[in-house]
């Protein structure tokens, strides 16, 4: 994913690993940027699962 703040590209387990201080490390819904701390509202899986489903509809390399 990307840091909407900086830029930054990375995991979400990288975020999680930045978050590890947080109290509510279960229940918590953000991704922290490794780069610069900025809290990054994760993706919904729903929302994931659907554009896995759409790329694998389409395929990598097929137009229309
Ligand atoms: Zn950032």
Redesign the pocket.
Known sequence: MN??????QFREEEGEAACQGCPMLKGCHLVK??????E?PREPGLLKNLRDWWRQRNGPGRKG
């Open positions: 840091c909407p703040l900086c830029g930054n940027c490794p780069n610069c701390g900025y990054v």
